[in-house]
């Protein structure tokens, strides 16, 4: 059983930044690959970043240059510069299982972006 637990949003002016954490517990061994996705009303949710076991990154062309996602064993960061009001969206944490055809999801974080 994995779970997700997200932290870090909040209310900022663009051009600010904000470092998102998610913390994944439980059985963190099953655990492949990790990104944050995010999700606003009218919009389908978004794939923003990832990073696979062995530290490979990929990242959404909207967030390039100004995202970074990291990751130390069961915590996953999400370092958001530059932030632009159409970033504001709920951002959840997703980690899919090694072997098998399942994935978990945090409940989401909201971040919010003022002009």
């Known amino acids: 059983q994995v779970q997700l637990v997200e932290s870090g949003g909040g209310l900022v002016q663009a051009g600010e930044s904000l470092s998102l954490l998610c913390t994944a517990s439980g059985s963190i061994s099953d655990i492949s690959g990790m990104a944050w996705f995010r999700q606003t009303p009218g919009k389908q949710r978004e794939l923003v970043a990832s990073?696979?076991?062995?530290?490979r990154t990929e990242y959404a062309d909207s967030v390039k240059g100004r995202f970074t996602i990291s990751r130390d064993n069961a915590k996953v960061y999400l370092q958001m510069n530059s932030l632009k009001p159409e970033d504001t969206a709920i951002y959840y944490c997703y980690a899919q299982l090694v072997g098998l055809t399942s994935s978990r999801w945090g409940l989401g974080t909201q971040v919010t972006v003022s002009s």
């Open positions: 990073i696979t076991t062995g530290g």
